[in-house]
Antibody, heavy 116, light 108 residues
């Protein structure tokens, strides 16, 4: 079965960096684009970024553009989100997800807390 | 940046029809998708491509889109349908996705 397992969350100070990972299994990872979506505590869903199946196309929400970088390693079936210059407003649960517009699968999420 | 606008809350009595709207300038050319999220759970897709129901979603869920507004309709909503509903779509380029702000549905 399809599984997406995020890791790498934690507490980080403002201005610092963090890298999230999402390990995929149960499907041919290299055939699919994959998204990052976040949800701040008590708030709504926010789309963060998407990467095409081969990594050639990447798109970001304005709120993270220039600070976050999405990437993937198809040989390791893993999606990444490099988060730099973190702000308090980046505090959220971060989900990786595939097939958001068709047959969606979501990971369980990893919590990122940006606080001094 | 592109935005999708939803009412913050909708309230109906059990068995009534709930309608949740989503407004966005690109909706005349881009599909709307609807997610349901219950407290502490992952979102569930209830409508895709404006009006299609995924397998396993009850027939009481339906969607429509006209002009710059998409609508999720829940006919005869039971209390179990309480939760947050989000519309989801892309901007006119098709590359940047966005969620609406979410609508809290209360069935009471």
């Amino acid at each position: 079965q399809v599984q997406l397992v995020e890791s790498g969350g934690g507490v980080v100070q403002p201005g610092r960096s963090l890298r999230l990972s999402c390990a995929a299994s149960g499907f041919t990872f290299s055939d699919y684009g994959v998204h990052w979506v976040r949800q701040a505590p008590g708030k709504g869903l926010e789309w963060v970024a998407v990467i095409s199946y081969d990594g050639s196309d990447k798109y970001y929400a304005d709120s993270v553009k220039g600070r976050f970088t999405i990437s993937r390693d198809n040989s390791k079936n893993t999606l990444y989100l490099q988060m730099d210059s973190l702000k308090a407003e980046d505090t959220a649960v971060y989900y990786c997800a595939k097939g958001l517009a068709t047959n969606p699968y979501w990971g369980q999420g990893t919590l990122v807390t940006v606080s001094s | 940046s592109y935005e999708l606008t939803q009412p913050p809350s909708v309230s109906v009595s059990p068995g009534q029809t709930a309608r949740i709207t989503c407004s966005g300038d690109a909706l005349p050319k881009k599909y709307a998708y609807w997610y349901q999220q219950k407290s502490g759970q992952a979102p569930v897709l209830v409508i895709y491509e404006d009006n299609k129901r995924p397998s396993g979603i009850p027939e009481r869920f339906s969607g429509s889109s006209s002009g710059t507004k998409a609508t999720l309709t829940i006919s005869g909503a039971p209390e179990a349908d309480e939760g947050d509903y989000y519309c989801f779509s892309t901007d006119s380029s098709g590359n940047h996705w966005v969620f609406g702000g979410g609508t809290k549905l209360t069935v009471l």
